[in-house]
């Protein structure tokens, strides 16, 4: 007789689940999930359940081993006037022009683990004061975290003309004019 007080609740068990998961698009969790208690005066209050069961729902998103190049030009573009005050205030060339490479090894939690600076133009103790410099600019720089450690190397290219108005100009590039 247990059985046949038992089957109403398997028979609304097999109405309520899904017959299959479609996994182009994740299966939502009813709102409210009925409990099966017995109505009547005197019953406990019911309290219906809310949230998502997980069961076939979206998957998190997965960690990529490395930075992309991107995440890091991301990351490093907000920091570019200090790194090129740094270059440009030590360095002793009058024309102020040359190349700066940064070498960044980022670890799996996205702080900087170390950084160097190569600038072939300048004399070794200018590259120093450099890169102590971009050091202290870029020590509170943090990356998203990976599954692995990232090196990176971003370039700069420094260079300065004494043509006066020299630069980039504003120019027209339609074939019947611009005015």
């Not at 997965?62 to 490093?76: C, H, I, N, W």
């Not at 692995?148 to 074939?175: K, R």
Request: proline fraction near 9%; charge should be positive; glycine fraction near 8%.
């Amino acid at each position: 007789m247990r059985i046949s007080a038992l089957s109403p609740l398997l028979v609304l068990g097999a109405l309520v689940a899904p017959a299959r998961a479609d996994h182009k698009e994740p299966v939502k969790a009813p709102e409210q999930v009925a409990t099966a208690l017995p109505s009547g005066r005197g019953a406990a209050p019911v309290a219906s359940v809310t949230g998502d069961l997980g069961i076939t729902g979206a998957r998190p998103a997965r960690k990529d081993p490395f930075l992309s190049a991107r995440e890091v030009a991301t990351e490093v573009r907000a920091y570019a006037p200090d790194i090129e005050r740094c270059y440009l205030a030590h360095l002793d060339d009058v024309r102020r022009a040359g190349h700066l490479d940064l070498t960044f090894v980022i670890g799996r939690d996205g702080a900087i683990a170390s950084l160097k600076a190569a600038a072939p133009t300048l004399p070794a103790r200018a590259a120093r004061k450099v890169e102590s410099c971009i050091r202290e600019a870029v020590e509170v720089l943090r990356f998203p975290e990976r599954r692995n450690d990232t090196t990176a190397v971003v370039p700069y290219y420094f260079q300065h003309t004494e043509t006066p108005g020299g630069g980039p100009q504003l120019s027209c590039w339609n074939p019947r004019g611009c005015h």
